[in-house]
Structures are given as C-alpha cells and as structure tokens.
C-alpha cells in the first residue's frame, strides 16, 4: 500500500485512533495545549508509581437488599474494551507493574452493550469478563481480580490463573452460606455449589488465593443460620476474609425485614466469625513457610505476593528490596497475617 502511494502517511487497523493520531503528529506537530499537555498519558492517580486501580465499569444490575449501590450509581454501564485497554496499557508503559481490576460487579463486565465488538490495537475485541482477562494478561504486569460476582463463566478465569497470565488471586464476596439469609439478601442461594466450585478452582490452579467478604447478623439471622455460615467458612478454608456487621443503610430494603438484631449480638458474632477465620488464616500462612515467593516491594523491606492486595490483605516482611520493583522471598516463619523471610 505504502510503495504504491507514497502519499499515504501511515497504514494502520481499523478504529485505531492512537496510531492515525500519531502518524499526523509526525509530520504536522501538536499545538501546545496548556490545559492538557502536562497530564501524563497514564492520566494521574493516587497510588504509588508501582501499582493502580483500572475501573472498568460502573453501576451494578443486582438488588442486593442491602445496598444501595444501584439507586446512587445507576445499572451496570461497562467502559468500552478499547478505552480499558488503552489505560491499562498507559499505566504499564509508566511503570506500573501491578494492576487491580475494579467495578461494582468485574464479572458482569459487558452484559449491558451485550458483549459488542470493540477495538485495540486495530484488532477486533469482544467485550466480555474473558477476552478483557486474557488481554490484560497480555501486558506483562500483575492483574488482580476485585469483586467478582461468581457467574459460572468465572470458572474460565482459573486456566488464565494457572498459566500465570492474571494473578491467581479471586476477591469473591460471598456474604453468607444460610439459604434463607441469601435468599432474604437477593444473593446466590447454594452454598454446596460454592464449595463444589472452590475445590474444582483449587484443583485446577493450586496457587489461588480466595478472598471474600461476609454479613453477620443481617435481620432474621438464627444462631442455627450462623452456625451454618461458620461450617462454611470452616470447609472453604479461605485465604483472605472481611467481616461486616449488618448495618441499617439509608435506602437499603433488609432495613424493612423483621427481626433486626442487638448491637451485642452482632458485635458477638462477628468476634466468634474472626476468630474462627484467624486460626484458618494461619494455618494456610503456616503452609507457606519454607517456600520462595515472587514479592513485589512496596517499600524496602515490605511487599506482597500474588495473594495479597494493596490496605486490604497481609504483607511480607523481609529484609531490603527497593520500591516498585519484585524480589524473591524465601518465607521463613508466618502468623496470622503476615508472612516473614529473607532475600532468596
């Protein structure tokens, strides 16, 4: 095409607006905008230079009784696949080795444009959970699944896991294992399913870190209900847990359901839920120990492996290491949190 028009600038893919932009800019420079020019390509963000949120959708479709995310934020409305791409590509050419993948519901992302083709890189891209998960691994940086809503199309995350294209790390908020108490919250109702599919995701990718996060005390919850909600938690032997006391939210339907607990015995039962979470917690950690661990220091002297997110989830602590960069781990000792080594 080039050597039979030589006019022509530059041949590029369809929808490629970057490359079309670039190829003018070459030969017919950009004005300075002083409004736009000093802001990086990767945009600016708040975390440190190694890591950073990629929002790729807002809203939610769910009426979970006891939020209020749909009423403030509206359904479900996915970013287009290449506007993602593009930013996640910006933020791993500036440096950032780690990225997390943030929404209302990640694993919804698309159902509202009914997975419409987009484009990267001049190349035609579906825009589904799936193709976003195997293009961001593309990158070369850590990807870092947040609030995954467990869809059965989760399950095709795990190869991408054990091949090591994403993190094998899932943040799955299953809120409760009590039939009656998922149903009263408008949430998936089989805990059997769940653990059915945890050990299938252990099986198929032994390295995954499950994190999740639960609601004790929600109204009408039976001492009988949340002891079911402990055998869970005992069977699903998780990673990583948070536990939230229900709380009364402005706007939230569960504040209409009869039974609302005392402060006490919310309070009570979420001592007993940590508890019995710690002791798992350590047991798992306690696995660790005599094993080398890929880190990625946030500080010298303190970073995180594959299954441990950024504020929320433990840290490494070792001797040295600089900022932003991995370093290998070997774990030497471990509690129920952290874990502790030196340089491999």
């Not at 095409?1 to 600038?9: F, G």
């Not at 230079?49 to 479709?61: F, Q, R, T, V």
């Not at 509206?74 to 050419?93: C, F, H, T, W, Y």
């Not at 769940?194 to 639960?214: G, H, K, Q």
Request: with cysteine; aromatic share 8%; charged share 25%.
């Amino acid at each position: 095409m080039e050597k039979a028009h030589p006019a022509v600038l530059a041949v590029t893919g369809p929808h490629d607006t970057p490359a079309v932009m670039r190829a003018v800019h070459a030969h017919l420079p950009k004005p300075h905008d002083p409004f736009t020019d000093l802001v990086p390509p990767q945009g600016i963000k708040l975390t440190p230079k190694h890591y950073a949120y990629l929002k790729i959708s807002e809203g939610c479709n769910h009426r979970c009784t006891f939020c209020i995310i749909p009423s403030m934020r509206g359904d479900l409305v996915s970013r287009p696949i290449g506007e993602v791409m593009q930013e996640a590509e910006n933020l791993v050419k500036s440096g950032v080795k780690e990225l997390l993948v943030v929404s209302q519901d990640t694993s919804a992302y698309g159902v509202d444009v009914k997975y419409r083709t987009g484009f990267w890189g001049g190349k035609p891209l579906k825009s589904n959970f799936i193709n976003l998960c195997r293009s961001l691994g593309e990158l070369g940086a850590w990807i870092r699944l947040h609030y995954v809503y467990p869809y059965p199309h989760v399950d095709e995350a795990i190869p991408l896991m054990a091949e090591g294209r994403i993190l094998p790390y899932l943040d799955v908020p299953f809120q409760h294992a009590s039939p009656r108490i998922l149903k009263l919250m408008k949430r998936p109702a089989s805990a059997e399913k769940v653990l059915e599919r945890i050990r299938a995701w252990r099986a198929a990718c032994p390295e995954l870190a499950i994190r999740s996060t639960f609601i004790v005390g929600f109204p009408g919850e039976t001492e009988a209900e949340f002891s079911e909600l402990i055998s869970f938690l005992e069977e699903a032997s998780l990673d990583r847990v948070g536990c939230f006391e229900y709380s009364p939210v402005e706007g939230a339907a569960a504040n209409e359901l009869p039974g609302a607990l005392p402060d006490e015995v919310k309070r009570e039962r979420k001592e007993r839920f940590m508890k019995v979470q710690e002791r798992i917690s350590a047991q798992r950690l306690k696995a660790k120990i005599g094993k080398t661990y890929q880190v990625l220091v946030d500080e010298p002297g303190l970073g995180r492996s594959s299954a441990d997110a950024p504020e929320i989830d433990g840290l490494v602590h070792f001797k040295g290491g600089k900022a932003g960069e991995f370093a290998q781990v070997r774990i030497d000792r471990a509690d129920a949190h952290d874990l502790y080594g030196s340089l491999a």
